[in-house]
């Protein structure tokens, strides 16, 4: 890893600008936040500390220990990470609640800036200006989300695979099941370049977290929580889909509803990135597994889109394609997802934004000479 390079001038310029721009803007997004979105991972925080695993996911239980903390609550805002992960925020549920909303805000901020931090040692001071100019991580730590979690396991991951501690990086991979509809086709990866060893620690931490799942909360512990992802009467918590920047986003702001029109996209999108992350280099699978586990689920809000500051970094730093670069580069502006705040059918931009990356960084150059310092090696052709 290289050192720390002193950022010219402009750098700072637009990096403390934007800085001070998210706080403004995160500022008037706090107060719901701390009613809503805040208050699932406090619940969560309450019951693990009470030792009540077995009720972890019992919607009625959820909703009269979130009632004792913001008691003008209407309906459930649901905990629905697992047990273990309820186990580490415990800690959180010692403090008064508004007191554990200020300090989980800080922490998130700070691991935002610890990741920004790797991104300029890593790649220089360049990549100062794109992970601050990136709306998504602000936008989640504003909303009291933990996305910002998931880059970071996602930079550990990379970190502990470049270094050849291959075991270590897919267990940092397997961390991020506590969101693991956004992780579904990293096994698939791992298979399709038959990377035991990644594949293995991935495998290995994945059942260590259904094991301790299962012991905290036994039976009944696994039967609510499958309930709870299950329960239908919760959809009201994602009433626009048009919203969302994945397929569904993409599928509902063009009125595209046919159930054949859908499953073609979707087909497309897991063809193309079995067909492209076959022999891609590390950088690059980290980067279409990413993109392309973020488009095939319905759920994907814009916040969940901070997992790609790593994809972003890593086209416009390795790639050996101008037109991947560049649109890397017009990804990490505000303008994609600002439009997924906006009204159908505009909120399009996001998501075909994503689309259009994932494509851009899928296709591999026919001829190229490589940018300085990029280099782009094979996959290798068995083991890891």
Request: charged residues 10%.
């Amino acid at each position: 890893m290289s050192k720390f390079k002193r950022p010219p001038a402009f750098v700072w310029v637009v990096a403390l600008g934007m800085c001070a721009m998210w706080v403004a803007f995160g500022s008037r997004l706090l107060a719901p936040a701390r009613a809503h979105d805040f208050l699932n991972i406090y619940t969560g925080a309450s019951l693990a500390l009470d030792g009540r695993f077995a009720d972890l996911h019992d919607v009625d239980v959820q909703l009269e220990r979130e009632r004792r903390f913001v008691p003008q609550v209407q309906s459930l805002v649901p905990f629905v990470r697992p047990a273990f992960y309820a186990v580490i925020l415990a800690p959180l549920a010692l403090l008064p609640y508004n007191i554990a909303f200020t300090i989980w805000i800080a922490l998130q901020s700070l691991l935002l800036i610890a990741c920004w931090a790797w991104g300029w040692r890593r790649f220089g001071p360049d990549a100062l200006v794109f992970g601050t100019l990136f709306l998504p991580p602000p936008l989640g730590i504003a909303t009291g989300q933990d996305c910002v979690v998931l880059l970071a396991l996602l930079i550990l991951a990379y970190e502990l695979t470049e270094a050849n501690r291959l075991f270590a990086g897919g267990a940092a991979l397997a961390l991020m099941l506590i969101k693991f509809h956004l992780v579904l086709l990293w096994p698939v990866a791992l298979l399709a370049q038959r990377r035991w060893r990644i594949l293995g620690g991935f495998c290995a931490m994945a059942a260590a977290e259904i094991l301790v799942c299962l012991a905290l909360g036994g039976r009944r512990g696994a039967e609510l929580y499958v309930a709870l992802l299950r329960n239908k009467s919760l959809d009201h918590l994602s009433p626009s889909p048009e919203l969302m920047i994945s397929y569904q986003g993409f599928a509902a702001n063009l009125d595209i509803t046919a159930p054949w029109a859908i499953a073609a996209i979707l087909i497309a999108i897991v063809g193309i990135f079995l067909f492209a992350v076959r022999n891609a280099p590390v950088w690059k699978m980290f980067c279409l597994t990413a993109l392309a586990s973020l488009l095939i689920v319905p759920h994907v809000y814009a916040y969940d889109a901070t997992v790609l500051l790593l994809p972003i970094w890593l086209t416009i730093f390795k790639s050996v394609q101008r037109p991947s670069r560049i649109a890397a580069t017009l990804f990490s502006t505000p303008i994609p997802f600002g439009f997924a705040l906006a009204d159908k059918p505009w909120a399009v931009v996001s998501s075909a934004s994503t689309m259009i990356v994932f494509l851009l960084v899928a296709i591999r150059p026919t001829t190229a000479v490589p940018a300085a310092g990029c280099t782009e090696p094979r996959a290798p052709a068995s083991g890891s």
